[in-house]
């Protein structure tokens, strides 16, 4: 159980193009999902935190306009990077944390998807 | 706080030996925390977690120890496999009332030699 899937694995673009990337869980309902960002040999860093049916939570130093992230069901968000640059390259990675009564929520990650700019 | 770290630490042990990977979180109101495995090009695998009420959990071949007094986490794996070898992250939920954001450490890398 608790098996989250991304979608591409990895994906490579021209400069100002804008790629979306998809995070589902596959076997529970997630009231929450969060996006990640990790550079090699780096740790993740947190770039967003989603909310079914509501607007995301972003961390400081994360552009909104240029990560948009949509969360339309319970057990799907996307995160279109718009107008991607060669710094944007990176590994992604997303996160679900069951629907759960009470208590405290374990995140289940996503295999994460490669973005290489040119 | 935020992890930055650039250069992973590498624990290098050989097959069939304990490993005993730490980790300093910094919150001191920090009430969960999990222990997660990341292989080369993949997401991180979720292993063990613990609440601060405890200061010891145990899994299959893992144990989580937790130090709130030194804020100090440690996972030991016994009988460490080849298919051990990994990236290790803790991670610190830092919300309150039940509010899920998890910061993560720099990391550990796992070497386990034949």
């Known amino acids: 159980g608790a098996v989250v899937s991304q979608h591409p694995s990895w994906v490579i673009c021209k400069s100002g193009t804008s790629v979306k990337i998809e995070c589902r869980s596959l076997d529970f309902q997630a009231t929450t999902m969060f996006w990640y960002r990790q550079f090699p040999k780096q740790s993740l860093m947190l770039m967003a935190t989603?909310?079914?049916?509501?607007?995301?939570?972003?961390e400081q130093g994360v552009e909104k306009d240029k990560f948009l992230i949509n969360h339309a069901s319970l057990t799907l968000s996307t995160l279109t990077v718009t107008s991607a640059h060669p710094e944007d390259s990176s590994f992604y990675i997303c996160s679900a944390s069951p629907r759960l009564a009470g208590g405290l929520e374990t995140q289940y990650f996503g295999p994460g998807t490669r973005l290489l700019v040119l | 706080g935020e992890s930055v770290g650039l250069h992973l630490p590498t624990l290098s042990v050989q097959e069939g030996d304990n490993s005993i990977i730490n980790c300093a979180y910094s919150?001191?109101?920090?009430?969960?925390f999990i222990w997660y495995k990341q292989e080369s090009g993949k997401g991180p695998q979720f292993i063990i977690d613990i609440r601060s009420n405890m200061d010891k959990r145990q899994g299959q071949r893992v144990t989580v120890l937790l130090n709130k007094t030194v804020k100090h986490l440690s996972l030991q794996i016994a009988a460490t496999q080849p298919g051990d070898s990994a990236v290790y992250f803790c991670?610190?939920?830092?919300?309150?009332?039940?509010?899920?954001?998890?910061?993560f450490g720099a990391g550990t890398r796992l070497a386990v030699h034949p």
């Open positions: 991670a610190e939920n830092m919300g309150s009332g039940g509010y899920n954001k998890l910061i």
């Open positions: 919150n001191s109101a920090s009430d969960y």
């Open positions: 989603s909310n079914e049916g509501s607007k995301a939570t972003y």
